[in-house]
């Protein structure tokens, strides 16, 4: 058992000693076992049970506070997370063990086309061990930055966590990051080394990276192959000896943790909880601590991993609730639920998630303006992070202005309103929050504050109304081979980095960290990245606040007349480069006309950069026939005075694929 150094809180906690080992499972709603068919080893693998044993209704009231373990897994992209809990349900019964069993709980589509887990899932597991039925309830989380989110709220539901690292890859940087995030929250942590069957794999090397970084102890690492099998068993043991059961009080009045929830069209809003204190049943009736509304429990259940309803959940274990709460607004996330006549003090809940990106959302066609509105509060419900506001554009209609933790977040988002929701939408140019102080009475008093944030580049504030602009900034951690770190040095100081820290993890991975401008990586600096450590580094960023920039909001004009949705803030010396290559862009992009286009990159009046879209040509003198010059000279004057009213008075309409092409990408800065 891994303890930190200087935290008396972990001295004091007391292990589970060493039992003499599994017996064979008898789930808790099944009939006894006969006595013949008791494994006579104690150590012997438990007997996978089939899918037809699960559809009783379990009896929850057999596990004491004592045998329960909630647990999460946390893991670096791709380091085998979902894989091992697979193995997990299948050595514990809850699936069949068939060669179909990949990324079980990886439910969205979105999820099994890309790979990855961008929604922490829940399963409750039935596993015997030293002659006693342990009830392990298992949270898979993802591993990307963006979805952090959901890994510190699958973590409050937890006493422990198996942190995975890949045998070949080594610690990277979401790894670190992930097992701060189970050390703040004072989690027990399992270090789990995976993909010992790979050829290339070096456990041993592992071992002492995770002793230098994290402090562990290498013998208290467990060396497994989660796509084999090999020695999984021996994590369940260690799951049940190394962390400790909740801490809960059953005789207590109702106190239940909504830590998610999911819209089903039919039966509402779907919650899972955690339980705190005391018991809930169907038929309850249970208020809202956040809206004070009182509900009747129309189900309670557990999900293995599909839902199982039973009579009752009770404190320490994790399930789902159906109450008939009927919109979105009414299922918030870190709400606590109470019983009818019975308050309690709510649980401290989360910390609201703080958007790092801003994108416009609007309906290809304004007649689907409703129908999106419904997709996006019905996706917003299982994906609390994204923040959500009204937006209005004159050429692309009523829409939104979304609020997400990243790039890769903003694009699943985008995916999932397709796939789920059949939605197509315009999403324009990611921006980041920026703030200005501004410098008179009035305006704070209008304001109502001295320091605005603005989220859309359009409503910057002019240099004259404020003393200051303040640009977001995040602290990066890349861990990278030796041989690429004067790339990657160079690259950082092209995004205006400032590096704070140079670790060697050993003798060929060294760990830099550096405060980044948000705006200088949130598009394509992971990209530039993967491309100069040929696919080696790995990244990773944590918010670090505010700091002065001398920033300016850059106007695109159209024959002298500004296109709102093209505005945006750069930083004053990338301004030249980025106008330059948005006009570039959209002098691809704008249909000719009958006149001339001329397209400007303007920061105040001063014009920066300015492309030229030619007009359709006529020859007037066609049917001139030699002879008189000065006839030819006054048609191509009255032509050129006829092109020049027709640029002032002419209305030059940008189509919305104009507007995606420009929109969709970020010019490279």
Same mark, same amino acid.
């Given at each position: 058992?891994?303890?930190?150094?200087?935290?008396?809180?972990?001295?004091?906690?007391?292990?589970?000693?060493?039992?003499?080992?599994?017996?064979?499972?008898?789930?808790?709603?099944?009939?006894?076992?006969?006595?013949?068919?008791?494994?006579?080893?104690?150590?012997?693998?438990?007997?996978?049970?089939?899918?037809?044993?699960?559809?009783?209704?379990?009896?929850?009231?057999?596990?004491?506070?004592?045998?329960?373990?909630?647990?999460?897994?946390?893991?670096?992209? +791709?380091?085998?997370?979902?894989?091992?809990?697979?193995?997990?349900?299948?050595?514990?019964?809850?699936?069949?063990?068939?060669?179909?069993?990949?990324?079980?709980? =990886?439910?969205?589509?979105?999820?099994?086309?890309?790979?990855?887990?961008?929604?922490?899932?829940?399963? &409750?597991?039935?596993?015997?061990?030293?002659?006693?039925?342990?009830?392990?309830?298992?949270?898979?989380?993802?591993?990307?930055?963006?979805?952090?989110?959901?890994?510190?709220? &699958?973590?409050?539901?937890?006493?422990?966590?198996?942190?995975?690292?890949?045998?070949?890859?080594?610690?990277?940087?979401?790894?670190?990051?992930?097992?701060?995030?189970?050390?703040?929250?004072?989690?027990?942590?399992?270090?789990?080394?995976?993909?010992? +069957?790979?050829?290339?794999?070096?456990?041993?090397?592992?071992?002492?990276?995770?002793?230098?970084?994290?402090?562990?102890?290498?013998?208290?690492?467990?060396?497994?192959?989660?796509?084999?099998?090999?020695?999984?068993?021996?994590?369940?043991?260690?799951?049940?000896?190394?962390?400790?059961?909740?801490?809960?009080?059953?005789?207590?009045?109702?106190? #239940?943790?909504?830590?998610?929830?999911?819209?089903?069209?039919?039966?509402?809003?779907?919650?899972?909880? @955690? %339980?705190?204190?005391?018991?809930?049943?169907?038929? +309850?009736?249970?208020?809202?601590?956040?809206?004070?509304?009182?509900?009747?429990?129309?189900?309670?259940?557990?999900?293995?991993?599909?839902?199982?309803?039973?009579?009752?959940?009770?404190?320490?274990?994790?399930?789902?609730?159906? #109450?008939?709460?009927?919109?979105?607004?009414?299922?918030?996330?870190?709400?606590?639920?109470?019983?009818?006549?019975?308050?309690?003090?709510? %649980?401290?809940?989360?910390?609201?998630?703080?958007?790092?990106?801003?994108?416009?959302?609007?309906?290809?066609?304004?007649?689907?303006?409703?129908?999106?509105?419904?997709?996006?509060?019905?996706?917003?419900?299982?994906?609390?992070?994204?923040?959500?506001?009204?937006?209005?554009?004159?050429? %692309?209609?009523?829409?939104?202005?979304?609020?997400?933790?990243?790039?890769?977040?903003?694009?699943?988002?985008?995916?999932?309103?397709?796939?789920?929701?059949?939605? &197509?939408?315009?999403?324009?140019?990611?921006?980041?929050?920026?703030? @200005?102080?501004? @410098?008179?009475?009035?305006?704070?008093?209008?304001?109502?504050?001295?320091?605005?944030?603005?989220?859309?580049?359009?409503?910057?504030?002019?240099?004259?109304?404020?003393?200051?602009?303040?640009?977001?900034?995040? %602290?990066?951690?890349?861990?990278?081979?030796?041989?690429?770190?004067?790339?990657?040095?160079?690259?950082?100081? @092209?995004?205006?980095?400032?590096?704070?820290?140079?670790?060697?993890?050993?003798?060929?991975?060294?760990?830099?960290?550096?405060?980044?401008?948000?705006?200088?990586?949130?598009?394509?600096?992971?990209?530039?990245?993967?491309?100069?450590?040929?696919?080696?580094?790995?990244? =990773?960023?944590?918010?670090?606040?505010?700091?002065?920039?001398?920033?300016?909001?850059?106007?695109?004009?159209?024959?002298?007349?500004?296109?709102?949705?093209?505005?945006?803030?750069?930083?004053?010396?990338?301004?030249?480069?980025?106008?330059?290559?948005?006009?570039?862009?959209?002098?691809?992009?704008?249909?000719?006309?009958?006149?001339?286009?001329?397209?400007?990159?303007?920061?105040?009046?001063?014009?920066?950069?300015?492309?030229?879209?030619?007009?359709?040509?006529?020859?007037?003198?066609?049917?001139?026939?030699?002879? =008189?010059?000065?006839?030819?000279?006054?048609?191509?004057?009255?032509? #050129?005075?006829?092109?020049?009213?027709?640029?002032?008075?002419?209305?030059?309409?940008?189509?919305?694929?104009?507007?995606?092409?420009?929109?969709?990408?970020?010019?490279?800065?």
């Amino acid at each position: 058992m891994w303890i930190p150094a200087g935290r008396s809180w972990w001295r004091g906690r007391a292990l589970a000693p060493w039992a003499s080992g599994p017996a064979r499972p008898r789930l808790p709603w099944s009939r006894p076992a006969p006595t013949h068919a008791v494994a006579t080893d104690p150590r012997a693998p438990s007997r996978p049970y089939g899918s037809a044993e699960l559809k009783e209704t379990p009896d929850m009231s057999r596990f004491p506070v004592e045998d329960i373990r909630n647990f999460s897994i946390i893991a670096h992209v +791709d380091h085998g997370k979902s894989t091992l809990a697979d193995r997990l349900l299948e050595l514990t019964g809850t699936i069949e063990k068939t060669k179909n069993n990949k990324q079980v709980l =990886d439910k969205l589509q979105v999820e099994r086309e890309r790979g990855i887990t961008v929604k922490a899932q829940t399963a &409750s597991l039935f596993y015997s061990f030293g002659g006693k039925q342990y009830l392990l309830n298992l949270i898979d989380t993802p591993g990307h930055v963006d979805f952090s989110y959901e890994v510190s709220r &699958s973590l409050s539901a937890c006493q422990g966590v198996l942190l995975v690292v890949d045998a070949n890859e080594g610690i990277q940087a979401q790894t670190v990051a992930n097992f701060f995030l189970a050390f703040e929250a004072q989690l027990s942590v399992i270090p789990v080394i995976n993909k010992i +069957d790979l050829k290339n794999a070096d456990p041993e090397r592992v071992e002492k990276q995770i002793e230098k970084m994290f402090d562990i102890p290498s013998k208290e690492c467990i060396k497994i192959s989660a796509k084999l099998g090999t020695n999984v068993e021996s994590v369940l043991q260690a799951v049940i000896e190394r962390i400790p059961p909740p801490k809960v009080h059953r005789n207590n009045p109702l106190r #239940a943790l909504v830590f998610d929830s999911t819209f089903d069209q039919y039966r509402g809003v779907i919650a899972n909880v @955690a %339980l705190f204190d005391g018991m809930v049943s169907k038929g +309850d009736k249970i208020v809202s601590a956040h809206t004070l509304k009182t509900y009747e429990v129309n189900e309670v259940g557990i999900l293995v991993p599909n839902e199982q309803s039973t009579h009752k959940l009770y404190a320490g274990q994790v399930g789902y609730l159906i #109450a008939g709460m009927k919109t979105v607004t009414e299922a918030q996330i870190g709400d606590t639920l109470y019983l009818h006549k019975h308050p309690v003090e709510p %649980l401290p809940g989360f910390k609201s998630a703080k958007p790092m990106v801003f994108a416009g959302m609007y309906p290809i066609d304004q007649s689907e303006y409703n129908n999106l509105k419904s997709a996006i509060e019905k996706l917003t419900l299982n994906d609390s992070s994204v923040t959500v506001h009204r937006d209005s554009s004159l050429a %692309l209609g009523a829409g939104w202005r979304l609020g997400f933790l990243g790039l890769l977040h903003m694009d699943v988002f985008n995916q999932r309103l397709e796939q789920e929701y059949n939605a &197509s939408v315009i999403l324009t140019t990611p921006t980041v929050p920026y703030k @200005a102080v501004l @410098a008179s009475a009035k305006l704070i008093k209008e304001y109502r504050e001295k320091e605005i944030t603005i989220i859309n580049p359009a409503q910057f504030p002019d240099k004259s109304k404020v003393t200051e602009y303040l640009e977001p900034v995040v %602290l990066g951690t890349i861990i990278t081979p030796d041989e690429y770190s004067g790339k990657i040095i160079g690259l950082c100081q @092209a995004r205006r980095a400032v590096q704070k820290n140079m670790t060697f993890i050993d003798q060929n991975r060294i760990m830099l960290k550096y405060l980044f401008p948000l705006n200088e990586i949130v598009v394509d600096f992971y990209d530039s990245l993967k491309s100069l450590s040929s696919g080696y580094a790995s990244f =990773d960023y944590e918010d670090a606040g505010y700091q002065t920039a001398e920033l300016v909001k850059m106007d695109i004009l159209l024959n002298g007349n500004i296109v709102e949705e093209l505005t945006t803030v750069v930083h004053k010396d990338k301004a030249y480069s980025v106008g330059k290559t948005i006009c570039e862009r959209l002098k691809d992009s704008l249909p000719r006309q009958l006149f001339e286009i001329a397209i400007q990159a303007a920061i105040g009046s001063k014009v920066i950069a300015r492309e030229t879209v030619k007009a359709y040509r006529k020859n007037v003198l066609a049917k001139c026939y030699g002879g =008189d010059i000065t006839r030819k000279m006054k048609l191509l004057k009255r032509q #050129a005075e006829g092109k020049k009213k027709l640029r002032k008075i002419g209305n030059i309409e940008v189509p919305k694929d104009a507007f995606i092409k420009v929109l969709k990408t970020q010019p490279n800065k």
